[in-house]
């Protein structure tokens, strides 16, 4: 890190938090520090809705799943649109016509003050826990690789977020997630030029997507019907479009963004704009991760690139032994290299070298045992082995020029301030309509809720520096957050299905029919994903959003059924 990397990222950072605070000071009124005061046109909505999803894992941890498993997880993202045309037809006009602050609002409307409950808690559970996650991924990755003490990374973070969510709100939220989103497409494009500009002169963009190609990196598409299958067609398609239904159409983080568009249009046009543009970006930067692989064939590349992991090693009584697995790959990748290099050129004259393949190929699988061997090292001395978030930060840090550096870890830090602040928001907005005006304080002045609402996204903060402090990395982070969400939000989404769709289930059937699905999910969720650390599960994860919302409307129509018979 160079003078002018500082400058860049400290001055991208206090821009946000003194634009945001500056441009919002002085809310005083619920609906203007909640919704907005439903200002927002239909490009703040959308970039918002973007902003929010498109956390620093997006940007830690994406390429580097790509890197190591290639391009399948864009599959993940396949039941987005159709998720965002069904919330824009059914969900948005409803809670537009009910002028509610939180989505929970309507569930009293419907079913009683229990469910509503019910519903807003599942929601502060599972989102407290990816507020610290959008807070500890970043900063554990710089601590790590810059040397900086991790506890303190956490708080400045967190720190930052608070100062202009707690002035401003909604709004702040809003204003300062248009620099982000242009802070960080700017600095991903950037980035992606670079990587191109970097391989060596005989490799075109196609040259590389056909050497990606070889390592089995750019299998976008699998149709095969397997349950365990993490990211298949399949699953994205009905599992992830389960969970985009209830993340973006009963998360009060999303919720909360299309809510306060000026009108029923605005809102519909902003999730319209983020379905269009979110796969695209996600195949964009999965692409940046590719790109970085097929940069490392002509690259030295580490065994392993979590810095903390390798230290340790090689402080451990199995140093020669990672040691000789360092030799062997540095042979390989020579290899390699020549091999790469000289199968591109014969692509360039339309000669497709078989033998060539077959041999990029092999070393490609040395390279994978290799890597295995090394991380079955670093779990004898009780490191984590995952070093798939580590990936891109390694690049950045290790090959881009002076100033560049500064742009990406901007990036980077202002997509966990983005991520975060909307999600202390909603928590806080949630806490306070749903919890504390509901069932505590419901005649008091607009003033005190706006200050409750500001004591919440304070408690909220610390809740989430606090767990980022004491939280542990078990997961490739962009999977870590998606699995907390998946074995909350299928609950959540049947609940508010039944209230939408199904007329004759009331208020105790849909609450204890909830209690149990989720209680089911946590069973399902341990012995079928939990028990196999290794990603080879009984069980995809994303299937969880389907079972647990067919769960809760099954169930809360047989106790329906039952309690009318029993009448």
Same mark, same amino acid.
């Given at each position: 890190m160079q003078t002018l990397d500082w400058f860049i990222l400290i001055f991208s950072l206090l821009f946000i938090v003194v634009y945001g605070a500056w441009k919002t000071k002085g809310s005083q009124d619920v609906k203007d520090y909640i919704l907005g005061n439903n200002e927002s046109k239909w490009w703040t909505i959308g970039i918002s809705v973007m902003a929010t $999803? #498109?956390? #620093? /894992?997006?940007?830690?941890?994406t390429p580097g799943q790509a890197f190591h498993d290639g391009m399948g997880f864009v599959q993940f993202y396949f039941g987005l649109p159709l998720a965002m045309v069904f919330i824009c037809i059914f969900f948005i006009p409803i809670y537009h016509k009910l002028n509610v602050y939180t989505a929970y609002e309507f569930l009293e409307n419907r079913f009683d $003050? @229990?469910?509503?409950?019910?519903? #807003?808690i599942l929601f502060l559970v599972q989102r407290g826990l990816a507020a610290g996650i959008t807070i500890y991924a970043p900063a554990i990755i710089l601590s790590s690789i810059l040397g900086w003490n991790l506890n303190w990374l956490n708080f400045i973070l967190g720190v930052l977020v608070i100062i202009y969510t707690v002035s401003g709100g909604t709004k702040a939220v809003n204003v300062t997630q248009k620099q982000q989103m242009f802070i960080i497409m700017l600095g991903m494009f950037i980035a992606f030029y670079l990587i191109l500009s970097y391989l060596p002169k005989e490799i075109s963009f196609g040259n590389a997507l056909q050497i990606a190609g070889v390592n089995d990196k750019m299998n !976008?598409? %699998?149709f095969s019907i397997n349950p365990n299958s993490r990211y298949t067609f399949w699953s994205g398609i009905t599992g992830g479009l389960f969970l985009a239904l209830s993340y973006f159409g009963t998360d009060q983080s999303q919720v909360q963004r299309y809510l306060s568009g000026k009108t029923v249009r605005e809102s519909q046009l902003g999730l319209i704009f983020n379905g269009f543009l979110k796969v695209p970006m996600q195949f964009f930067i999965l692409l940046t991760g590719v790109m970085v692989f097929v940069f490392f064939q002509f690259n030295k590349v580490p065994l392993n690139f979590n810095p903390t992991s390798q230290i340790a090693v090689e402080k451990s009584i199995y140093a020669a032994d990672y040691k000789n697995l360092e030799e062997r790959l540095a042979l390989i990748q020579e290899e390699k290299k020549i091999v790469t290099?000289? *199968? #591109? @050129? $014969? !692509?360039? /004259? %339309?000669v497709d070298n078989p033998v060539l393949r077959k041999r990029i190929i092999a070393l490609s699988e @040395?390279? @994978?045992n290799l890597r295995e061997e090394a991380q079955g090292i670093i779990k004898k001395i009780k490191q984590e082995p995952n070093d798939k978030d580590y990936v891109f930060i390694h690049f950045i840090l290790q090959y881009l020029p002076t100033g560049?550096?500064?742009l990406l870890l901007a990036v980077i830090l202002s997509a966990a301030m983005s991520s975060t602040a909307s999600e202390l928001n909603a928590l806080a907005s949630t806490t306070t309509i749903d919890i504390y005006k509901r069932n505590f304080k419901s005649e008091k002045s607009d003033k005190h809720f706006v200050q409750v609402s500001k004591v919440f996204t304070l408690l909220w903060g610390a809740i989430a520096i606090l767990f980022a402090c004491f939280g542990t990395l078990v997961e490739n982070l962009i999977q870590l957050v998606n699995i907390i969400g998946s074995v909350f939000y299928g609950t959540i989404l049947g609940i508010f299905l039944v209230a939408f769709f199904v007329k004759f289930i009331k208020g105790n059937a849909i609450f204890y029919g909830g209690v149990l699905s989720q209680l089911i999910i946590f069973?399902?969720? *341990?012995?079928?994903?939990? /028990? *196999?650390?290794?990603g080879k599960e009984l069980l995809g994860y994303l299937w969880l959003n389907a079972i647990g919302a067919a769960l809760t409307l099954g169930l809360s129509a047989l106790i329906q059924v039952s309690m009318k018979n029993k009448n």
């Open positions: $999803q #498109a956390s #620093a /894992i997006t940007f830690l941890s $003050q @229990k469910t509503r409950s019910l519903a #807003a !976008i598409l %699998d290099l000289t *199968y #591109a @050129k $014969q !692509i360039n /004259i %339309d @040395k390279e @994978k560049l550096v500064g069973i399902i969720y *341990y012995f079928t994903i939990h /028990i *196999y650390p290794s």
